[in-house]
C-alpha cells in the first residue's frame, strides 16, 4: 500500500497489519507486508539472526547512524498440554490477563500447518462456584475447546505441545467517532504502520545521516530482537516506537496518557530513563513543526528501548508511545491523530538530524 493521504488510509493500512498474526518468534508474514508495501522507496533490506528486518537508507553514509524500532511481534499462546478429554492447556508468550481472552475465538495453528477455530472456554455463569464468580481466571485455569473429545482425536489432528494459539480480534473504524480505531494487535502493528509510513515518505528526500528503520522480534518476551539487532546495527541513537497504556477508562489508576492527544514520548519506564538531550531535542522539534506532543513517566510496560540503550558502548535513546486502551487483549484501540503525530515527527527527526545535532546531544 503506499503513501497514505488521510487518516481513513492510515486506518486501511493499519487494518492489513492487524489482521496479520505474528506471535513472537512467528512474525515472517509482518515482514513480508512490510517488505512488499516498501520495496519501491529505495532501502537496502537485511534480517539479522534472529529474524529483525533491518532497512537502511545511507542518506549521508559520514553522518550519525540512526536506529528507529518497532517491534512486530504480538502477545499469544503456546499449546501446552492436550487434557485426556482433549481440552487444550495453554502456556503464556507475553503478558495477558485470561480475562481479556475468555469467552473469544482462538485459532490453533497446527505443526501441520492447519488451522482450527475455538473458544477460550470458561464456567458458565449459572453453574460457577462463588469463588470463581469473585476472583479473575488464572492462566492455569485457562483452555482452548475445539470440540475435541480426547487426546487421541488431538494426536490423530497432529496438535503437539509448541503448536501456536493466536488471539482472534476484529478491526474497525468506530462510527461515533472515525479518529478512534481498534483491532488485534494494534500493539504493535500501530508502530509498524508508523514505520511503514516513514519508509515510504523516505523517498527521494534526503536525510543527513545513515538511517536503520527496523521491525524488531520478540518484544513481548523481552525486547529481545531490540538487542540482536542493535549489536548488528551499532547505531548513535536509538527511537523506539511502540503503544503504551492509556488511562483514559473509568477504572484505570490515574495517568495522563489518553487518546487523541498526540505522541507521547516516554521519559521513564521499569528498563529504561530516556536521554534527556535527545528528549528535549525531539520535544523542541515537535512543538517548532505544530505536532502534537507531551511528555509522561510510564506507570507499567517497558519497550525495545531497554535493550536499545546497551548498543555498542551505550546509546542515546528515547521512546515515542501511541497512546492505546485495551492492551494484550483482542481488540486493542488508538487514535488515528497519535499515529500520524508520530509519522510525522519521526519524519522531521530524519530529514534534521544530522552531524551538527548528534554533537550537540553527543556526552563523547
Ligand atoms: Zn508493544
Known amino acids: 500500500m503506499a503513501i497514505a493521504k488521510n487518516k481513513n488510509e492510515i486506518y486501511k493500512i493499519l487494518k492489513s497489519y492487524m489482521e496479520i498474526e505474528g506471535m513472537s518468534r512467528y512474525e515472517d508474514d509482518v515482514v513480508e507486508a512490510l517488505k512488499k508495501n516498501t520495496e519501491k522507496s529505495g532501502f537496502k533490506y537485511s534480517r539479522d539472526g534472529m529474524g529483525s528486518l ?11 547512524k540512526i536506529q528507529i524500532a518497532a517491534h512486530m511481534d504480538e502477545v499469544g499462546f503456546l499449546v501446552r498440554e492436550v487434557t485426556p478429554k482433549g481440552m487444550i492447556l495453554l502456556s503464556m508468550v507475553g503478558g495477558v490477563w485470561p480475562a481479556t481472552v475468555i469467552g473469544t475465538e482462538g485459532i490453533l495453528m497446527s505443526s501441520k500447518g492447519k488451522r482450527y477455530s475455538g473458544v477460550f472456554g470458561h464456567t ?10 469473585k476472583n479473575a481466571p488464572l492462566l492455569k485455569e485457562l483452555y482452548l475447546d475445539i470440540g475435541l473429545k480426547s487426546l487421541k482425536e488431538a494426536e490423530k489432528l497432529g496438535i503437539e505441545p509448541g503448536d501456536r494459539v493466536q488471539m482472534s480480534g476484529q478491526s474497525m473504524q468506530l462510527k461515533a467517532n472515525p479518529d478512534f480505531v481498534a483491532g488485534k494487535s494494534m500493539d504493535n502493528r500501530a508502530g509498524i504502520t508508523v514505520i511503514d509510513q516513514l519508509v515510504q515518505r523516505l523517498k527521494g528526500k534526503k536525510n543527513p545521516n545513515d538511517l536503520y528503520v527496523v521491525g524488531t522480534v520478540q518484544e513481548e518476551v523481552g525486547t529481545r530482537g531490540a538487542r540482536t539487532s542493535v549489536s548488528a546495527i551499532e547505531p548513535d541513537v536509538a527511537i523506539a516506537i511502540d503503544t503504551c497504556a492509556s488511562h483514559d477508562t473509568p477504572n484505570a489508576i490515574k495517568g495522563i496518557q489518553k487518546l487523541g492527544n ?3 514520548i516516554r521519559i521513564k519506564d521499569g528498563g529504561t530513563m530516556m536521554d534527556p538531550k535527545l528528549v528535549d531535542y525531539i520535544y523542541k522539534l515537535a512543538k517548532k513543526k505544530k505536532i502534537p506532543v507531551y511528555k509522561f513517566v510510564a506507570q507499567g510496560g517497558g519497550t525495545d528501548a531497554a535493550n536499545l540503550q546497551f548498543g555498542k558502548g551505550g546509546v542515546p535513546t528515547i521512546a515515542l508511545s501511541i497512546p492505546q486502551r485495551y492492551l494484550h487483549s483482542p481488540i486493542g484501540m488508538a487514535s488515528l491523530t497519535d499515529i500520524k503525530a508520530a509519522i510525522d515527527l519521526l519524519e522531521e527527526f530524519v530529514l534534521n538530524f544530522g552531524s551538527k545535532e548528534m554533537k550537540s546531544i553527543s556526552y563523547k
Do not use: E, V, Y
Request: net charge positive; no cysteine.
Open 262 to 264: 498526540g505522541i507521547a
Open 54 to 64: 533491518i532497512m537502511n537508507k545511507k542518506g549521508d553514509p559520514k553522518g550519525p
Open 124 to 133: 458458565s455463569i449459572h453453574i460457577m462456584t462463588d469463588s470463581q464468580f
